[in-house]
């Protein structure tokens, strides 16, 4: 059964440190994606990638935030420095955009990772 | 800018009521519309996927419709159970500019079914 897999499921850490989140997501999709979520603001775009390629990270905190895709099997936020107001969960998803162009497809969803920062 | 409402923010109604979910969203230029759980502490399952050139999509006792010129989609389900407790979430597929394929999301309604 195909699923999206994120790791760590959470993490504390302090305020200043940095923190790395990864996700596989499931074989063969073509499209990933990051999204927070907060009681205030509710499920966010952070990033986008097709084919590995960095489509739109207009709702990510540049100066602090990075998100990559080493390869096809892995894909990674990283926050540098960590604050207390990035405290959410994060979720990692994926799709499999048949045209490779855009289109409409169903994303599946990972478990997501619940960041805390003291 | 598309927005994604749901109305009501929370719902609580006896076991085996059939009732209605609400989700409006602003501009009509998307892909489809995505009806998602989450239960508390977890992630989101999917649980109907509808084309915008669809009017209504079924699972079991899950029906959703779409009226994309109103800008409009329902959830209805039937004859509602206590494990269907959770928060419903809405999510539209934009289908033009650098976001294409992104989810923008409504905040969802609590639902909570009370034996």
């Known amino acids: 059964d195909a699923r999206v897999t994120q790791t760590p499921r959470h993490k504390v850490t302090e305020m200043g440190q940095e923190v790395t989140m990864r996700c596989q997501p499931i074989?063969?999709?073509?499209?990933v994606f990051w999204y927070r979520q907060t009681m205030m603001q509710g499920l966010e775009l952070l990033a986008y990638?097709?084919?590995?390629?960095?489509?739109?990270d207009s709702g990510m905190p540049k100066d602090r935030f990075s998100a990559e895709m080493p390869d096809a099997t892995l894909a990674t936020l990283k926050i540098q420095p960590s604050e207390p107001r990035d405290s959410a969960v994060y979720f990692c998803?994926?799709?499999?955009?048949?045209?490779?162009?855009?289109?409409?497809?169903?994303?599946?969803f990972g478990p997501g990772t619940r960041l805390t920062v003291t | 800018k598309q927005e994604v409402t749901q109305i009501p923010a929370a719902l609580s109604v006896p076991e085996g009521e059939n009732l209605v979910l609400n989700c409006s969203f602003t501009?009509?230029?998307?892909?489809?519309l995505q009806w998602f759980r989450q239960d508390p502490g977890k992630g989101l399952t999917s649980l109907l996927l509808?084309?915008?050139?669809?009017r209504e999509q079924t699972s079991g006792r899950l029906n959703a419709s779409l009226d994309k010129s109103s800008g409009r989609s329902t959830l209805y389900i039937a004859a509602s159970q206590p494990g269907d407790s959770a928060t419903y979430l809405c999510?539209?597929?934009?289908?033009?500019?650098?976001?294409?394929?992104?989810?923008?999301f409504g905040k969802g309604t609590k639902l909570s079914v009370k034996p």
């Open positions: 998803a994926s799709g499999l955009d048949p045209s490779g162009a855009g289109g409409s497809y169903e994303q599946y």
């Open positions: 074989l063969g999709h073509n499209t």
């Open positions: 990638f097709r084919n590995r390629a960095p489509l739109d």
């Open positions: 501009d009509s230029a998307i892909y489809n």
């Open positions: 509808i084309q915008s050139s669809q």
């Open positions: 999510a539209v597929s934009m289908n033009y500019g650098g976001s294409q394929g992104n989810l923008i």
